[in-house]
């Protein structure tokens, strides 16, 4: 796999990211999903999944543990000097105070909500979702600062 600035790849769109020579390094084949009315990109693989905008530009990139949500564990360097392996409280004193938390509580629907902390980086927002009891992470996603809630 070629190494890759992921944050460059924020707002570009999801064509040229699928013809491009980084999805060819990959070596494997990404399956394309519309779902609620985002394209996704997937490469379960290679634990990626490529998140975009109706307009069909990319808003997130999401980098995934083994065995979450289906995927196999991201090979490559994760943004920031993350790795799945750090705790909440780890990852809290590499990053800093994070501008906004969440999970650790129970939902009718969904159950318990998976504890998450969102980081304000240069260019970028930076979601860290934890496993249960937040000794470790799940999944790290990039995101374009535009698209996320407040």
């Known amino acids: 796999m070629l190494a890759i600035d992921f944050s460059a790849l924020l707002g570009t769109p999801i064509t040229d990211l699928a013809a491009s ?17 985002r394209y996704n990109l997937t490469i379960e693989e290679k634990g990626l999944a ?15 543990r083994e065995g979450y949500e289906g995927f196999h564990q991201f090979p490559g360097v994760l943004p920031d000097g993350l790795e799945f392996s750090k705790s909440r ?10 501008s906004q938390t969440g999970g650790g509580t129970r939902s009718a629907l969904f159950g318990v909500v998976a ?5 304000d980086r240069e260019g970028y927002a930076l979601f860290v979702q934890y496993v249960d009891g937040a000794e470790s992470i799940a999944y790290v996603s990039l995101m374009r600062p535009d698209t996320v809630m407040r």
Not at 21 to 37: C, K, L, M, Q
Not at 89 to 95: N, P
Not at 115 to 119: A, E, I, M, R, T
């Open 115 to 119: 504890k998450w902390d969102l980081f």
């Open 50 to 64: 490529f998140v975009a905008t109706p307009e069909g530009r990319i808003s997130a990139i999401r980098f995934h």
């Open 89 to 98: 409280q780890e990852v809290q004193h590499l990053l800093g105070r994070p």
């Open 21 to 37: 020579a980084f999805i060819a390094s990959v070596g494997a084949v990404p399956e394309t999903r519309f779902i609620d009315d």
